[in-house]
């Protein structure tokens, strides 16, 4: 992967919310396929995070780490219960280290057919400029 941004993990289990009794358990999650791209301004990121919706997405930064946590849903048809399945619906879980050269305060995001798109802009300091050098 590029210096700009850095994957913290691959696979592995988070903690789940407390149950009635208080007592925890790790819940397996699946880490989401990603494709990163970069240019003179910034970083792109392409998650693959099928079937899962806006309301059941999260992405946060916290220092220089960004985090993306999602859970995959299929609706069930109206009227109707399931008898037999196979499906499972993931939790997906993917934390990347960014670089101190990228903006996080400006990232744009947006989710369509099961792909999240991050634009990450790089700091203007950090963008390649051209010099004009003079004669004389």
Known sequence: MNSQIQTSERQGKQPA???DDGQRREQ???????????????ITLLADLP???RE????RVDGDNL???ATAETPQPQGMQLVYGEAQYPSYRRQFTLSRELDPSRIDASLK??????AIPKLEEAKPRRVEVRVG
């Open 51 to 53: 079937g899962v919706s």
């Open 56 to 59: 059941r997405l999260g992405v």
């Open 113 to 118: 057919d099961g792909v999240l798109k991050l």
């Open 17 to 19: 919310p407390a149950r």
């Open 28 to 42: 397996p999650f699946v880490v989401p396929p990603v494709d990163v791209f970069e240019n003179e301004s910034g």
């Open 67 to 69: 985090v993306i946590e």
